[in-house]
């Protein structure tokens, strides 16, 4: 439907362009050129990300749409900075126009056609959660404001006759070269590993903690390859007195469940932890607090003591954020603090930061 409604648009729009003298309209058709380009090269990518898992990649192809949207955006940039150079020389060397109504009609005609796409590619993006298809909705969005411009430009010049034809080519420019920036921006972010939305994080943890048995979870991870294929792995606690086979029995079924609720792959690391020595309870939150001392936003998990005659290991993880700046000096400032109210009390702490 894009790449039939683009070509229609570009052969109207250039003939309008040509017998109005008009350098906005013709840059704008070459605008719905670009669009009927990047409807092709949004079909050849959805077709590439449904190819199923292979040997070379195991985890699919679906990250070909992110590749789709960049190359999209690309053209989008493309097509701006050439209406901007046209546009630039029309405002330098002006040259008469021959406006009519005809030209008015069709960009008219365009700003409903285009209005209507991008309703459409919006509408199926959301369907099947199309990075490729909303970029393509975004494209269609921006041409509406685009002709819009245009159009209000050769209205203006038609009945004043003063010429805006550039400035208003130099603004659709600048407003094409803004949003392929957008498109670009926010594709290149889930390509590099974005983080997951923290709706889904907290829905996955309400999922996982509304079982009986679960104590808490950590070390959520949550990989994308693709809209609708993901990977989730995390670190689900139960109490070391349950009977392991119950335990595993039920993280079986919860990796089962996560699997249908969120097409996903799914991988449950079982954490055991002693929820019934009353010395282990008291030293976690001994460290708890020391750690709180340090800094609020710290927080800890994985927490075992190994007891010994002459001294006692505390072993654990710290989760910081990625805004905290005394990474490097941490595990020595927590082993003070701890020394400083028993000398017999040995950390082993990790340091890790948070994937969600």
Same mark, same amino acid.
């Given at each position: 439907?894009?790449?039939?409604?683009?070509?229609?648009?570009?052969?109207?729009?250039?003939?309008?362009?040509?017998?109005?003298?008009?350098?906005?309209?013709?840059?704008?058709?070459?605008?719905?050129?670009?669009?009927?380009?990047?409807?092709?090269?949004?079909?050849?990518?959805?077709?590439?990300?449904?190819?199923?898992?292979?040997?070379? /990649?195991?985890?699919?192809?679906?990250?070909?749409?992110?590749?789709?949207?960049?190359?999209?955006?690309?053209?989008?940039?493309?097509?701006?900075?050439?209406?901007?150079?046209?546009?630039?020389?029309?405002?330098?060397?002006?040259?008469?126009?021959?406006?009519?109504?005809?030209?008015?009609?069709?960009?008219?005609?365009?700003?409903?056609?285009?209005?209507?796409?991008?309703?459409?590619?919006?509408?199926?993006?959301?369907?099947?959660?199309?990075?490729?298809?909303?970029?393509?909705?975004?494209?269609?969005?921006?041409?509406?404001?685009?002709?819009?411009?245009?159009?209000?430009?050769?209205?203006?010049?038609?009945?004043?006759?003063?010429?805006?034809?550039?400035?208003?080519?130099?603004?659709?420019?600048?407003?094409?070269?803004?949003?392929?920036?957008?498109?670009?921006?926010?594709?290149?972010?889930?390509?590099?590993?974005?983080?997951?939305?923290?709706?889904?994080?907290?829905?996955?943890?309400?999922?996982?903690?509304?079982?009986?048995?679960?104590?808490?979870?950590?070390?959520?991870?949550?990989?994308?390859?693709?809209?609708?294929?993901?990977?989730?792995?995390?670190?689900?606690?139960?109490?070391?007195?349950?009977?392991?086979?119950?335990? /595993?029995?039920?993280?079986?079924?919860?990796?089962?469940?996560?699997?249908?609720?969120?097409?996903?792959?799914?991988?449950?690391?079982?954490?055991?932890?002693?929820?019934?020595?009353?010395?282990?309870?008291?030293?976690?939150?001994?460290?708890?607090?020391?750690?709180?001392?340090?800094?609020?936003?710290?927080?800890?998990?994985?927490?075992?003591?190994?007891?010994?005659?002459?001294?006692?290991?505390?072993?654990?993880?710290?989760?910081?954020?990625?805004?905290?700046?005394?990474?490097?000096?941490?595990?020595?400032?927590?082993?003070?603090?701890?020394?400083?109210?028993?000398?017999?009390?040995?950390?082993?702490?990790?340091?890790?930061?948070?994937?969600?």
């Amino acid at each position: 439907m894009g790449l039939v409604a683009n070509l229609l648009l570009f052969s109207v729009k250039l003939l309008a362009g040509l017998l109005s003298s008009s350098v906005a309209i013709i840059a704008d058709a070459f605008n719905n050129l670009s669009d009927a380009g990047s409807s092709i090269v949004t079909l050849v990518g959805l077709r590439m990300a449904s190819t199923p898992p292979d040997k070379e /990649h195991p985890f699919g192809h679906g990250r070909m749409e992110y590749v789709t949207a960049v190359v999209i955006a690309i053209m989008i940039l493309f097509a701006g900075f050439e209406l901007a150079k046209s546009s630039i020389g029309e405002i330098l060397n002006p040259a008469e126009k021959a406006f009519g109504l005809i030209s008015v009609i069709i960009l008219i005609a365009s700003i409903v056609i285009k209005l209507w796409l991008a309703l459409f590619y919006k509408n199926i993006g959301n369907r099947i959660h199309s990075a490729a298809l909303w970029a393509a909705a975004t494209d269609s969005r921006n041409d509406v404001i685009c002709t819009s411009v245009v159009l209000a430009s050769t209205v203006f010049g038609w009945l004043t006759e003063i010429s805006v034809d550039g400035y208003a080519g130099t603004f659709v420019a600048v407003f094409i070269m803004w949003s392929g920036f957008s498109v670009l921006r926010d594709t290149i972010s889930p390509l590099l590993g974005q983080a997951p939305e923290q709706d889904l994080v907290c829905d996955i943890k309400e999922t996982v903690l509304a079982h009986d048995g679960i104590i808490g979870i950590h070390d959520l991870i949550v990989h994308s390859y693709g809209p609708g294929n993901r990977i989730i792995s995390l670190h689900a606690e139960v109490s070391s007195s349950e009977d392991m086979m119950r335990s /595993h029995d039920l993280i079986d079924r919860i990796e089962r469940e996560i699997m249908g609720k969120y097409n996903a792959v799914a991988c449950i690391h079982m954490d055991p932890v002693d929820t019934d020595d009353e010395r282990v309870k008291a030293l976690r939150l001994f460290v708890e607090e020391v750690l709180a001392a340090i800094d609020q936003s710290l927080t800890l998990h994985d927490f075992r003591v190994v007891f010994g005659e002459t001294h006692t290991n505390l072993i654990f993880d710290v989760v910081v954020p990625f805004h905290y700046k005394k990474t490097k000096d941490l595990c020595e400032e927590v082993q003070r603090r701890v020394w400083d109210t028993d000398p017999q009390l040995f950390t082993v702490a990790t340091i890790e930061n948070s994937y969600t």
